[in-house]
């Protein structure tokens, strides 16, 4: 337990510092997050729908990231929920890599920086984080316990004053 709580600690800081570096064609990553925040706020036209939406998804995404660092340390309900969702944003921010890739729709030059890679990084480690987690299945009371099983020569079901 103590090891992933150290690597949540990581995940938040290289989080955090990844906002702070270049990220996308020199501007970094807060700037690109201001970009994203004003286009999911301003739909200008229905055009933009698919652009929106995948947009949104990283401010999205960002808010997430954060609400699952804060269940992690706090929660013990929901754990594969939790573990979907760590698991979807990571490939949401790992689609940008992705575009910016393929032949055809990236840009003549490669514009990912440093800050770019520091951001994926940390929700590979919040997404490490949550699918370490052990998912203990819910389930009755052990029927032949001695807390469930009555006493011999008890005669049926324990009394509440034989057990003061």
């Given at each position: 337990?103590?090891?992933?709580?150290?690597?949540?600690?990581?995940?938040?800081?290289?989080?955090?510092?990844?906002?702070?570096?270049?990220?996308?064609?020199?501007?970094?990553?807060?700037?690109?997050?201001?970009?994203?925040?004003?286009?999911?706020?301003?739909?200008?036209?229905?055009?933009?729908?698919?652009?929106?939406?995948?947009?949104?998804?990283?401010?999205?995404a960002n808010?997430?990231?954060?609400?699952?660092?804060?269940?992690?340390?706090?929660?013990?309900?929901?754990?594969?929920?939790?573990?979907?969702f760590a698991?979807?944003?990571?490939?949401?921010?790992?689609?940008?890599?992705?575009?910016?890739?393929?032949?055809?729709?990236?840009?003549?030059?490669?514009?990912?920086?440093?800050?770019?890679?520091?951001?994926?990084?940390?929700?590979?480690?919040?997404?490490?984080?949550?699918?370490?987690?052990?998912?203990?299945?819910?389930?009755?009371?052990?029927?032949?316990?001695?807390?469930?099983?009555?006493?011999?020569?008890?005669?049926?079901?324990?009394?509440?004053?034989?057990?003061?």
């Amino acid at each position: 337990m103590k090891s992933r709580r150290i690597l949540a600690a990581v995940a938040f800081s290289t989080f955090s510092l990844s906002f702070f570096m270049p990220a996308y064609t020199g501007y970094s990553g807060l700037v690109c997050l201001d970009f994203c925040w004003d286009d999911m706020v301003h739909l200008n036209n229905a055009r933009d729908l698919g652009w929106w939406l995948y947009l949104s998804g990283f401010v999205i995404a960002n808010a997430l990231f954060v609400a699952l660092l804060v269940a992690f340390l706090f929660l013990t309900r929901l754990t594969r929920v939790r573990m979907w969702f760590a698991v979807v944003v990571t490939l949401q921010v790992l689609s940008w890599l992705v575009l910016n890739i393929i032949p055809g729709i990236r840009a003549p030059t490669f514009d990912l920086k440093i800050g770019y890679f520091v951001w994926l990084l940390s929700y590979l480690l919040l997404a490490g984080v949550h699918i370490g987690i052990k998912v203990v299945p819910n389930q009755l009371p052990d029927p032949t316990s001695p807390s469930v099983t009555p006493r011999a020569g008890a005669g049926g079901a324990p009394s509440v004053a034989a057990d003061h």
